[in-house]
């Protein structure tokens, strides 16, 4: 496994991957690895011939008062992990490889950017596209590799790389869980134990969500506000957003009867977590 921290030997070692014939699979991370990203280091391994890491926690996606300065960074850990895992190759820049002095060119998805977490954290989504645009630029991959549980990332890449002609195949791998059914996040090391307890709310919201579109109740009001109902059971769970939205353009739907995406964030303690569910079309 090679470890580069460089955008010049990045290209030059994703050259010598193609010169051999083979295909490359990128999975873009923070670090801080758990199982959700090895899930996805694991299917680009399936699917691709080479796979590359990149680890770099991105200062454009942070706002000033959120946790750049604390997001866990676990690199001794993260490395041998990767290893274990047959990586080919960890791309892990610093800010002035990426941002360089004086750089003033950004990518902005505009409307996707504005909805669920792009409200309440301003430039988010712009600092996410940037940095991605810019990992597809230097690695080249033939296909990138992402979780569904940042479905409206996901959505905001997706319309990214549709409008920018970018010549790869964007593949969105299952959330990953808990045995209690947490979705697993880096941040989820922030909570104490009975922050940890709380934040089971969010998933008990989508099932309750779950359940009811079972039963034939297809009204996304009537649905959100029995997910409201469920977490409302812990106070001390701040909800900063409950929407039910399509999955593409996260705009509001009506209804589920073309499918949809339900989306949670709140607040736990002091940390933010999100999840969501897809809800299939009904027949």
Same mark, same amino acid.
């Given at each position: 496994?090679?470890i580069?921290?460089?955008i010049?030997e990045?290209r030059?070692? #994703?050259?010598e ?9 990128l ?9 959700g990203?090895?899930?996805l280091v694991?299917a ?6 080479a796979v ?5 926690v991105n ?5 000033p008062?959120?946790d750049?300065?604390?997001y ?5 850990a993260?490395?041998?992990?990767l290893?274990?895992?047959g990586?080919d ?8 490889e990426?941002?360089p ?5 950004? $990518?902005d ?5 504005d ?7 301003? #430039?988010h989504?712009r ?5 991605v ?13 992402f979780?569904?549980?940042?479905a409206?990332?996901?959505a ?9 002609h ?5 593949? $969105?791998?299952?959330t990953?869980?808990? $045995?209690?059914g ?6 989820n090391?922030?909570?104490s134990?009975e ?5 089971l709310?969010l998933?008990r ?5 779950? %359940? ?8 996304a ?5 029995d997910?409201?109902?469920?977490l #409302?059971d ?7 957003y ?7 353009t996260l %705009?509001?739907?009506?209804d ?6 339900a989306?949670?964030?709140?607040? $736990?303690?002091?940390t ?10 009904q027949?």
């Amino acid at each position: 496994m090679r470890i580069v921290s460089n955008i010049a030997e990045t290209r030059a070692a #994703g050259r010598e991957l193609r010169a051999e014939g083979r295909s490359i699979g990128l999975v873009p991370t923070m670090g801080a690895l758990h199982a959700g990203h090895i899930s996805l280091v694991r299917a680009a391994r399936e699917q691709c011939d080479a796979v590359v890491v990149s680890i770099f926690v991105n200062p454009a996606q942070f706002g000033p008062n959120e946790d750049f300065a604390k997001y866990p960074r676990t690199w001794d850990a993260d490395c041998a992990l990767l290893e274990s895992e047959g990586v080919d190759l960890i791309f892990a820049p610093d800010a002035a490889e990426m941002y360089p002095e004086g750089a003033s060119t950004f $990518v902005d998805v505009e409307g996707v950017s504005d909805r669920l977490d792009g409200v309440s954290r301003p #430039g988010h989504f712009r600092g996410v596209s940037t940095v991605v645009a810019k990992l597809f630029h230097i690695v080249d991959p033939d296909r990138a590799f992402f979780g569904q549980k940042d479905a409206a990332q996901v959505a905001v890449l997706r319309r990214m790389v549709r409008d920018l002609h970018f010549g790869l195949g964007l593949v $969105v791998c299952p959330t990953v869980r808990e $045995v209690d059914g947490l979705a697993l996040s880096s941040r989820n090391r922030y909570l104490s134990p009975e922050e940890r307890r709380q934040a089971l709310v969010l998933n008990r919201a989508l099932r309750r969500v779950e %359940e009811r579109v079972a039963q034939g109740v297809l009204d996304a009001p009537t649905l959100i506000d029995d997910a409201l109902s469920i977490l #409302g059971d812990e106070p001390n769970v701040q909800v900063d957003y409950y929407r039910i939205v399509d999955p593409a353009t996260l %705009e509001d739907v009506a209804d589920v009867r073309k499918g949809a995406l339900a989306a949670i964030a709140a607040i $736990v303690g002091t940390t933010r977590l999100i999840d969501n569910l897809v809800i299939a079309p009904q027949r």
